[in-house]
């Protein structure tokens, strides 16, 4: 854990002066317990004071624990009790049982049950200290979420006792000890004598294993060797002979389906960190880190289903996270493991080598990998050429992000792919977005999940694919409270500041200046905008700027970031990319100082807290500072306000992209942001291109516009914004976007147009010409609508429930001519429009304004709304014919009501805004 300085006057002093932030260093701080249980450090490693039950010797001390000796062959039942202060040392191979053979019958067999109490602690020395399960004979270790069982090594131990709280994960290191093999009845495929595969004749040894042989594999496919449950197995791998054999963390030889295994853990094993051989036992809520070989290996006629992996490699040690191997071509039992809900994340060698005879279902996972997914090898599944399904290996709603693409150069590619696009759901071409590593973007959850219940009983209906929930986090998951360094303490990422602050008990990570590298902005940390941001130089209009340097900007869900004054604020120059990467469960939240200190004076009227978001692209406008052509590369323009330098956009590629934002929150921005007064909009999308995405977004209390678009053609569904100071949507400069689901209510004592709909004059192209669908607005400030120079505009299937006058339609609006010219001027289709004080208000060119509503189909200015909870439909909403909006955007979705909200049970707008609700106070 950091360590924070104390808070000295001076250092107070200084911290008050810096970047405008108020916020106070917490002083010094207890540092937290290491990972996996161990003490706070400064052990002596003199003898423990606690006792051995009476059937185990004491041994050497190891990290001030009392050593209890297991040794030998256990012929008879036995329990490890857990004892404060005491641990047991595997003392040379440990045998539980003696073999009883395929059949359960060998003579001298004899089957046991060693049952280990949740919190024991196991350790080792070197690869002689292992521990054998032997076929017949069972393992109980049935460990409790707050007290994991721990096999790990003697060096191990002595890290989490000394003072060096900086090695307690343990680095590098492995190979500290040997490992766990269990040997089991089940069914294999690959037989060392003459034998018919999958029969009880059909034998094999686990390699290296000797004096006796560890022999597996039967008939028995219920076979039970024990249970596995909150288990960690950490720094084994030791080779257990000269020959340098090593063991995995865990063997699972011929172990049947009786057998429970779930939250188990294999941490810096040397081998692989589990591997089957055979045998169909069914594993949930596995978790393997850092090991130095394969993650997970099956071979030998493996038929077990697992669900819930969570994979990562170590930067310095991993082969392939899944080996999948069988002892041939159409070998049964074949080797056709099913592995469902898995993430995987690594930089080694592949995700995937799929090899000899191997089948195989993977669903629902997410491969975020640093080389090639996959090294599909000629000899994989039924070793011909083509895609076969039920033969060969097959993946659906999966999620592959691979730097080097699917396969490496020496794979069967053609199958690969064939097999990868014949499944449901597969993507080889999104971004992954996990936040904190592991937990499920938005990119994540758009994955539709495949039914794994159809492969399996085993498996737990789920409706999301990788290994953890959108609503699950870094300190609630499946994984914590058990696990062993999984999880480590937040750092600022590369490209920010650590503060040496901290706010709302997370690390303040500052953001400031250009970003010429992409930035990450990782979950588990706070982030304060330090003055104008710039993601990325500006490339020009045509991608070409001689000085431009593009960037990305990445903001995991679930990241808050902050602002303290005008100066501080965000610019996406035109090139480079944002991605907030938010979640319904984990919106990401961009907000003031004040907000997150609970500083604010009225809360409810709080603006003007921080400046804001401007996103400059490379679309079409129609508005140019110089004299040049509308709509052409050459027609560009700036924000107002943002200068050294100046904020530039415009061009001419339609489909720029800009980045993504999805489920994000803007809230009390729009601070002046120099002397001359200019206010920022929440978010100002400037020249943004149709290539951007943007959905489920809201801006809340800002001092200028919630949002306003400066032509360009970027489209946005699911809006929602709420106490804007300023007009809610402005539209501007050519913007021809769709807007569809936008629910809008002003604030009482703020607000002024709920949609200010401009242009560079009449005519001009691209018009200003926003198709606006499933609106619902709710104010009482100045009108609904101010429609005025040059726009057109087509606004169909909402709802308007307005205190004041309903629109101020200008002269100068649409064609600038007296009477309705569709196509020239401001249509309305489907709209109920309920305002107190009538459709127009007295300086509007009533007589047009009242033609255009007459001229459109469906339209009300006499009925009552009759929405509940501000601004959910009720009878009269329902009762309107809705318009076709596919008749005017192919961008736009087919809906059967007018308004943005359906009724009652549409809540799209739930759970990742805020104020919409009482209970939900922003």
Same mark, same amino acid.
């Given at each position: 854990?950091?360590?924070?300085?104390?808070?000295?006057?001076?250092?107070?002093?200084?911290?008050?002066?810096?970047?405008?932030?108020?916020?106070?260093?917490?002083? #010094?701080?207890?540092?937290?317990?290491?990972?996996?249980? =161990?003490?706070?450090?400064?052990?002596?490693? =003199?003898?423990?004071?606690?006792?051995?039950?009476?059937?185990?010797?004491?041994?050497?001390?190891?990290?001030?624990? #009392?050593?209890c000796n297991l040794s030998g062959t256990y012929l008879a039942n036995v329990t490890l009790e857990n004892i404060e202060g005491l641990a047991y040392r595997i003392d040379g191979r440990i045998d539980i049982g003696a073999d009883t053979g395929a059949d359960g019958n060998l003579a001298g067999g004899q089957g046991v049950t060693m049952t280990i109490d949740p919190g024991v602690t196991l350790f080792g020395e070197s690869g002689s200290d292992y521990i054998v399960v032997n076929r017949g004979s069972q393992l109980v270790a049935d460990g409790e979420r707050a007290a994991p069982i721990v096999m790990t090594s003697a060096d191990d131990l002595e890290r989490q006792a000394d003072s060096d709280a900086s090695n307690d994960d343990g680095g590098d290191n492995i190979s500290e000890w040997g490992g766990l093999v269990i040997l089991g009845q089940a069914p294999i495929n690959r037989c060392r004598d003459a034998a018919t595969p999958g029969t009880v004749d059909c034998e094999n040894l686990v390699e290296g294993v000797t004096n006796p042989e560890a022999v597996y594999g039967g008939d028995d496919s219920n076979d039970n060797s024990g249970i596995l449950r909150y288990l960690q197995v950490r720094f084994a791998g030791f080779a257990i002979n000269t020959a340098g054999n090593e063991l995995n963390g865990i063997t699972f030889a011929g172990v049947g389906n009786g057998t429970t295994v779930d939250y188990v853990q294999v941490h810096n094993n040397s081998d692989d960190g589990v591997e089957f051989f055979g045998g169909n036992v069914n594993v949930r809520h596995l978790v393997l880190t850092g090991n130095d070989d394969d993650s997970i290996d099956t071979d030998n006629g493996y038929q077990g289903s697992i669900q819930y992996a969570l994979v990562t490699q170590r930067e310095n040690g991993g082969d392939n996270i899944v080996e999948a191997s069988s002892a041939g071509n159409g070998v049964t039992p074949l080797s056709n493991a099913n592995i469902s809900n898995f993430t995987f994340v690594g930089n080694r060698t592949n995700a995937f080598r799929l090899n000899t005879g191997t089948v195989g279902r993977y669903v629902n996972g997410v491969v975020n990998y640093g080389k090639e997914c996959m090294r599909w090898q000629d000899s994989a599944g039924d070793g011909t050429t083509g895609f076969t399904a039920g033969s060969d290996p097959a993946f659906d709603s999966v999620l592959f992000d691979c730097d080097l693409g699917l396969t490496t150069s020496n794979s069967e590619t053609a199958t690969a792919e064939a097999s990868v696009a014949a499944g449901t759901n597969n993507s080889t071409d999104v971004s992954d977005s996990l936040a904190s590593q592991f937990f499920p973007g938005p990119n994540e959850q758009a994955v539709t999940p495949f039914d794994a219940t159809t492969l399996s009983s085993f498996f737990e209906p789920v409706t999301y694919i990788g290994a953890f929930g959108p609503d699950e986090s870094v300190t609630e998951n499946w994984a914590s409270g058990w696990s062993f360094a999984v999880f480590p303490e937040p750092e600022c990422p590369s490209g920010t500041t650590d503060s040496g602050f901290d706010l709302q008990g997370q690390n303040v990570c500052q953001v400031s200046g250009i970003l010429t590298d992409d930035v990450r902005l990782t979950r588990g940390n706070i982030y304060e905008i330090v003055g104008r941001v710039d993601v990325g130089i500006d490339v020009g209009a045509d991608g070409s700027a001689t000085d431009g340097d593009p960037a990305a900007l990445t903001i995991e869900s679930g990241v808050t970031m902050f602002g303290d004054e005008g100066e501080d604020y965000i610019v996406v120059n035109r090139g480079s990319q944002i991605f907030s990467n938010g979640t319904r469960e984990n919106p990401v939240i961009m907000t003031s100082e004040a907000d997150l200190t609970n500083s604010q004076v009225d809360a409810e009227n709080a603006i003007g807290e921080w400046g804001g978001v401007v996103i400059l692209g490379r679309a079409p406008i129609n508005r140019c500072r110089d004299a040049a052509t509308p709509g052409t590369v050459a027609c560009e323009?700036?924000?107002?306000?943002?200068? &050294?330098?100046?904020?530039?956009?415009?061009?001419? #590629?339609?489909?720029?992209?800009?980045?993504?934002?999805?489920?994000?929150?803007?809230?009390?921005?729009?601070?002046?942001?120099?002397?001359?007064?200019?206010?920022?909009?929440?978010?100002?999308? *400037?020249?943004?291109?149709?290539?951007?995405?943007?959905? $489920?977004i809201q801006v809340h209390n800002n001092a200028d516009d919630g949002v306003e678009f400066f032509g360009g053609?970027?489209?946005?569904? $699911?809006?929602?914004?709420?106490?804007?100071?300023?007009?809610?949507?402005?539209?501007?400069?050519?913007?021809?976007?769709?807007?569809?689901?936008?629910?809008?209510?002003?604030?009482?004592? =703020?607000?002024? &147009?709920?949609?200010?709909?401009?242009? *560079?004059?009449?005519?001009?192209?691209?018009?200003?010409?926003?198709?606006?669908?499933?609106?619902?607005?709710?104010?009482?400030?100045? &009108?609904?609508?101010?429609?005025?120079?040059?726009?057109?505009?087509?606004?169909?299937?909402?709802?308007?429930? $307005?205190?004041?006058?309903?629109?101020?339609?200008?002269?100068?609006?649409?064609?600038?001519? *007296?009477?309705?010219?569709?196509?020239?001027?401001?249509?309305?289709?489907?709209?109920?429009?309920?305002?107190?004080?009538?459709?127009? #208000?007295?300086?509007?060119?009533?007589?047009?304004?009242?033609?255009?509503?007459?001229?459109?189909?469906?339209?009300?200015?006499?009925? *009552?709304s009759t929405l509940s909870s501000t601004f959910v439909n009720g009878s009269a909403e329902s009762a309107v014919t809705v318009f076709d909006v596919t008749t005017i955007s192919s961008d736009l979705d087919p809906v059967d009501y007018i308004g943005a909200v359906k009724d009652s049970s549409d809540t799209w707008w739930q759970g990742w805004s805020c104020g919409l609700e009482a209970s939900d106070a922003c």
């Open positions: 854990m950091r360590l924070k300085l104390a808070a000295s006057a001076l250092a107070l002093a200084l911290a008050a002066c810096s970047q405008g932030s108020d916020i106070s260093s917490p002083g #010094t701080t207890t540092p937290t317990t290491p990972p996996g249980g =161990g003490s706070d450090g400064g052990g002596d490693g =003199g003898s423990g004071s606690a006792e051995c039950p009476a059937a185990f010797t004491e041994g050497e001390a190891v990290a001030g624990l #009392t050593t323009n700036l924000v107002e306000g943002v200068t &050294n330098p100046e904020a530039v956009y415009g061009g001419a #590629t339609a489909d720029d992209d800009s980045g993504s934002i999805r489920f994000t929150q803007v809230r009390h921005a729009g601070f002046a942001i120099n002397t001359a007064g200019n206010e920022l909009n929440g978010i100002t999308f *400037a020249g943004v291109g149709t290539g951007t995405e943007v959905e $489920y053609g970027v489209n946005v569904k $699911y809006l929602v914004l709420t106490g804007n100071d300023d007009d809610s949507i402005d539209t501007d400069n050519g913007y021809n976007g769709s807007i569809q689901y936008a629910i809008v209510v002003q604030r009482e004592s =703020g607000g002024d &147009n709920i949609v200010e709909a401009s242009s *560079a004059g009449a005519g001009v192209t691209p018009l200003s010409n926003a198709k606006i669908s499933n609106f619902t607005f709710v104010g009482n400030r100045t &009108n609904a609508f101010r429609l005025n120079t040059g726009t057109v505009g087509r606004y169909v299937n909402g709802v308007v429930n $307005y205190g004041k006058e309903c629109m101020r339609w200008e002269s100068s609006a649409g064609d600038a001519t *007296a009477g309705f010219t569709a196509g020239s001027d401001p249509a309305f289709d489907s709209i109920l429009f309920d305002c107190d004080l009538g459709l127009t #208000t007295s300086n509007s060119d009533t007589a047009t304004a009242q033609a255009s509503v007459d001229a459109g189909t469906n339209n009300s200015t006499t009925t *009552a």
